[in-house]
């Protein structure tokens, strides 16, 4: 098993730019989630999802949509980046709902956006 | 809202020192406490976890127990390795509330030969 996984691994985006992470999980895990990581506070949620063709708001929403049209894949979308968005992004999937079971963790893709 | 507050780091540690990272945390429900460790270069995984008052939770050397009285979840290791330096974070999941794990911010520990 992969677990999970994250492409790409780096990004350089100018800002205005778009572009779309994907995440991707073999482990069947009804629940998958986008985080944020920034230097002095800890992960921050930004969307999650419930099941294929469900997605939430989290914590951070904003500048940032999500899909989920398959199982196994949970995408991130930045529609116009901004500096502000410049940060780490973890994906994660779990088979409870939020905390109540482990949450499984990619390994992260750096953005900077300039 | 419910919170979880860590100490700051870095942790600085020689080989084989004794390792304490103090969690406390604010929540209205009952939550599940978990401490993750985060590798260079790599996502978070799961250390241990506690699921109710007074239950310790255990992995790879490392302990810590749910103190409802005190609302705490302090990570211990009696003897730290070079391989244990990573960012360690807490966090908790409100059992009636479960759509998110809330993190602290995390702490650096280095163990130094």
């Known amino acids: 098993n992969a677990g999970v996984t994250q492409t790409p691994k780096f990004r350089v985006l100018k800002t205005g730019q778009s572009m779309t992470l994907l995440c991707a999980q073999d482990?069947?895990?009804?629940?998958m989630y986008w985080y944020r990581q920034d230097p002095g506070m800890g992960l921050r949620l930004i969307h999650y999802?419930?099941?294929?063709?469900?997605?939430a708001k989290g914590e951070v929403p904003d500048g940032y949509n999500v899909s989920r049209l398959k199982k196994q894949n949970f995408l991130l979308g930045l529609e116009s980046a901004a500096p502000s968005q410049t940060s780490v992004y973890f994906c994660?999937?779990?088979?409870?709902?939020?905390?109540?079971?482990?949450?499984?963790f990619g390994p992260g893709t750096r953005l900077t956006v300039l | 809202g419910d919170s979880v507050t860590q100490m700051e780091g870095p942790v600085t540690l020689s080989e084989e020192a004794f390792l304490t990272i103090n969690c406390t945390y604010t929540?209205?429900?009952?939550?599940?406490l978990f401490w993750y460790v985060q590798y260079p270069g790599e996502g978070l995984q799961l250390l241990l976890k506690?699921?109710?008052?007074?239950d310790k939770g255990s992995n790879k050397g490392f302990e810590a127990t749910y103190r409802k009285e005190t609302t705490s979840f302090h990570l211990e290791k009696g003897s730290v390795q070079v391989s244990d330096s990573a960012v360690y974070f807490c966090?908790?999941?409100?059992?009636?509330?479960?759509?998110?794990?809330?993190f602290g911010t995390g702490t650096r520990l280095q163990v130094f030969p």
């Open positions: 929540a209205t429900g009952y939550p599940s």
């Open positions: 482990m069947n895990h009804e629940y």
């Open positions: 506690a699921t109710k008052a007074d």
């Open positions: 966090a908790l999941s409100d059992r009636y509330n479960t759509d998110k794990l809330i």
């Open positions: 994660a999937s779990s088979y409870e709902l939020g905390g109540a079971g482990e949450q499984f």
């Open positions: 999802s419930v099941g294929e063709g469900t997605t």
